[in-house]
């Protein structure tokens, strides 16, 4: 059987994405009380691969994949192999004799696809360069559970267009919203992601707007979002970033000019003051922590389907073999 992976937000089908959310949700209202059908990894084992550090998505993972009775066997690429350099394709076979499936957190986007084409076991992208869907996932749940649903809404992006920006620009589309990113002049998110964010709008109702204007942005939006201005492995920028990126911090004039119910989220680790005020990251709007929990549950569900253990979610659909994570990296 070939293997699912999901290696971009667009290895889901619009389907597929609300199946997913609807089974987070499940998995949130049921954690203290699971009942048998809540463990489809039961006997399976998930290598946790690392080539990034990671907080959020090491442990969400480790303690998800054992909520859901499987065994989670996380890896530092630097103490294996790879750091002496063997190859990603033969580190892709050998895991896949030994687990069932494969979560990477790593650089290239490239280097994912190769890792997951030389598997034959699903393969899930916790980070790359390019996109950080799983982040996206929570992020759906995090506002489809505050608002009630998703189509329609506009959430507006202020900041860097790197991989968080790119997975909120699929994953909106996906599921309906207007999504708009605030970055200065050379530092938008990659014109193919947008452009392929609108051609999945045409169908779903989405859209997506790059702007340079922070406040003209915020205008009128149901969602704020920010990330850390300096990526990892851009720390050496982070002096020159931060003049560059200071008219699009997320702070309390930012907030006055979205909705009054304004929601504001930001995926962590934050920076007080540089991207985010502290008084908008802990004030009323802000759902940070609702929004790391959720990570838990989106992975969980994402999982489930991978495995196809939910009724009615792998039924959704049949795309999503990591193609169009190598179609919008180009």
Not at 78 to 101: F, H, K, M, N, P
Request: glycine share 10%; with cysteine; hydrophobic share 45%.
């Amino acid at each position: 059987m070939t293997a699912r992976h999901f290696l971009l937000d667009t290895d889901l089908t619009s389907a597929e994405q609300a199946a997913v959310l609807d089974l987070a949700d499940g998995y949130k209202a049921r954690r203290r009380a699971p009942g048998p059908a809540d463990r489809p990894l039961a006997g399976r084992s998930v290598a946790l691969l690392f080539e990034k550090p990671s907080t959020r998505t090491r442990l969400s993972f480790d303690v998800g994949v054992a909520e859901l009775g499987g065994h989670p066997v996380v890896i530092d690429a630097a103490s294996t192999q790879l750091g002496r350099g063997e190859t990603i394709e033969d580190t892709a076979a050998v895991l896949s004799r030994y687990v069932d499936a494969i979560v990477v957190r790593t650089f290239a986007q490239e280097r994912l696809e190769r890792l997951a084409a030389a598997a034959n076991v699903p393969v899930i992208n916790a980070l790359s360069d390019h996109a950080h869907p799983c982040q996206a996932l929570a992020d759906l749940q995090t506002i489809r559970e505050r608002r009630g649903g998703l189509a329609g809404l506009t959430l507006t992006y202020l900041g860097d267009g790197n991989n968080v920006a790119h997975s909120l620009l699929l994953a909106g589309a996906l599921a309906g919203m207007r999504v708009h990113v605030a970055s200065p002049p050379g530092y938008e998110p990659f014109e193919q992601v947008v452009r392929h964010a609108n051609e999945i709008g045409a169908a779903t109702g989405g859209e997506a707007l790059v702007m340079h204007d922070a406040l003209e942005a915020a205008a009128g939006a149901d969602v704020l979002y920010t990330d850390v201005w300096a990526s990892m492995g851009q720390e050496g920028e982070s002096d020159s970033r931060s003049l560059v990126f200071q008219p699009y911090q997320l702070d309390e004039k930012a907030v006055e000019a979205a909705k009054p119910d304004v929601l504001v989220l930001h995926c962590l680790p934050a920076h007080r003051e540089l991207e985010i005020s502290g008084s908008v990251l802990d004030g009323p709007h802000s759902a940070v922590f609702d929004q790391a929990e959720n990570r838990l549950h989106a992975q969980k569900a994402l999982l489930s389907l991978l495995f196809a253990a939910e009724a009615g979610v792998a039924e959704a659909g049949t795309g999503g073999t990591g193609a169009g994570g190598a179609d919008a990296a180009r």
